[in-house]
């Protein structure tokens, strides 16, 4: 059962739950992602293995993380405000082995109740949001004292030349293509800026090996949100 905070208007809710329209890079990433899932699954499972109890996954996208998570969940929450592929989380919601709950909503304004969940999963949606300080605020409110995030994220890349390929993909035609993605942000940053102690993370190239891309320096980690916080 979803602890979803009501709204008055439907006119209000559904202009928020459409608030992420991106046809395209729905369609394209349904293909993409599930061609990835040989590379993809490893990082998957470790990204939300020993998981347990209420778990939020925020853009769950077409919902591929939702056959691993282990059996000691006892809910998650799968928000995803892109109608196609939330149509597809849908799908692989019903496969899933434990119950997963697809709710349309944004990031940035998460549909649920304070300090509901045991931990909140971000994978590959850090690069997209509109506002990131604003989500990682959202996640720190959603997720109690002592929480987990879990993270999988492409992010800056450690070298200059790389790093100013990123820098101009940014300003000009990735977010554009790719439904709003950014190929350069510093998610370990943004993860401590917001509050987060950062308690293991590694990085990790994609594809592993061969041509390095824009998108192909990632972090794969645990944040926690301290047991004593104000927010
Ligand atoms: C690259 S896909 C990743 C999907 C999925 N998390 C995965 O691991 O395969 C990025 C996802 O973030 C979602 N997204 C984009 N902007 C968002 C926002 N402001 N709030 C929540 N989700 C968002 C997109 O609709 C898409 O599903």
Redesign the pocket.
């Known amino acids: 059962m979803v602890d979803r905070i009501p709204s008055p208007d439907r006119k209000v809710r559904r202009a928020s739950h459409d608030?992420?329209s991106?046809p395209l890079?729905?369609r394209y990433?349904a293909r993409f992602?599930k061609r990835a899932e040989p590379a993809?699954a490893p990082v998957?499972a470790e990204l939300l293995g020993g998981l347990s109890g209420r778990v939020i996954?925020?853009?769950?996208?077409?919902?591929?993380?939702f056959a691993y998570y282990p059996g000691t969940v006892s809910e998650v929450v799968a928000?995803?405000?892109?109608r196609a592929?939330?149509q597809l989380a849908v799908d692989a919601a019903v496969r899933a082995e434990v119950p997963v709950d697809v709710v349309p909503?944004?990031?940035?304004a998460l549909p649920v109740k304070s300090e509901g969940y045991d931990a909140v999963?971000?994978?590959?949606?850090l690069?997209?949001?509109?506002?990131v300080a604003r989500?990682l605020a959202e996640v720190r409110r959603v997720v109690r004292p002592g929480g987990e995030v879990r993270f999988?994220e492409h992010v800056r890349a450690p070298r200059r030349g790389m790093r100013n390929v990123q820098r101009a993909l940014d300003r000009t035609v990735w977010p554009r293509l790719?439904?709003?993605?950014h190929v350069g942000r510093d998610t370990l940053g943004a993860l401590r800026d917001a509050g987060f102690e950062l308690v293991a993370h590694r990085a990790l190239l994609m594809p592993e090996r061969g041509l390095r891309m824009p998108t192909s320096y990632c972090v794969l980690g645990v944040a926690r949100r301290p047991e004593l916080s104000d927010a």
């Open positions: 608030a992420v991106h890079f729905a990433y992602s993809m998957r996954e925020v853009g769950a996208g077409n919902g591929l993380n928000i995803e405000p892109e592929l939330r909503g944004a990031a940035e999963v971000l994978s590959i949606v690069c997209s949001v509109r506002d989500t999988f790719f439904g709003g993605c």
